[in-house]
């Protein structure tokens, strides 16, 4: 069965720095898709970035990019240049390919601060 | 305008009673979920559908039902509420292959 674990419950960070967040997973399936997400305080749930299984190359989107250690079985996230609203709660998620319905398992997120 | 809305947005209820929690996506995407989140546990899958008439469970269906009467509108029914079931629940589409859109929220709560 997949399992996705975050074993950082909160970081606290000053502003305009790095920020880097772990996710492990564990999977039986030889291909999977790995998703982060950002829950605001609002309580909104947002979709960040993304990877394939199958790409070797680290997925970036903005001030958002990925580390991906497959060997690992890793995916960490890396915010940089944080700013203030960068602060919420940031969850890993994986399908599997065979997943049937597009299924996503989730870790239980790590919670960020960024301080002025 | 938000693709995915859901309805109440809050809802008090009594133990035994019953609950609707309304879901309504514009994405035109073929799947949708209900999803329940307490701390500690992240967000958990209740029930799942691939299109309108199609139900599937998810990982704690237990004292849920839903019902998807057209590609646009899932529902998550608690027929008998219970306090356990105190939760905020989202609802999400996604197309196949892809990320998942959320909802944003209801809290629910069971006195």
């Known amino acids: 069965a997949q399992k996705v674990t975050q074993t950082q419950t909160s970081i606290s960070v000053m502003e305009k720095t790095t920020v880097t967040m772990d996710c492990v997973y564990e999977t039986q399936d030889s291909s999977y898709f790995l998703f982060w997400y950002k829950q605001t305080a609002s309580g909104e749930i947002v979709f960040l970035i993304r990877q394939d299984s199958y790409k070797k190359e680290n997925a970036t989107v903005g001030h958002y990019s990925l580390n991906f250690q497959k060997p690992k079985s890793s995916i960490g996230l890396i915010i940089t240049a944080t700013q203030i609203e960068d602060s919420a709660v940031y969850f890993c998620a994986m399908r599997e390919s065979n997943s049937a319905g597009n299924k996503l398992t989730f870790g239980i997120g790590t919670r960020v601060l960024v301080r002025p | 305008e938000a693709a995915v809305t859901q309805s109440p947005r809050n809802k008090v209820t009594v133990t035994g009673g019953n609950v609707t929690l309304s879901c309504r996506q514009t994405?035109?995407?073929?799947?949708m979920y209900w999803y329940r989140q307490d701390t500690g546990h992240g967000l958990r899958l209740i029930h799942y559908?691939?299109?309108?008439?199609?139900?599937q469970i998810g990982d704690v269906p237990d004292g849920y039902k839903a019902t998807r009467t057209t590609q646009e509108d899932f529902f998550l029914l608690l027929e008998l509420a219970s306090p356990s079931q105190t939760s905020l629940y989202f609802c999400a589409s996604s197309d196949v292959s892809a990320e998942q859109f959320f909802g944003p929220g209801t809290r629910l709560t069971v006195l």
């Open positions: 994405n035109s995407h073929n799947y």
């Open positions: 559908s691939y299109g309108a008439g199609n139900l």
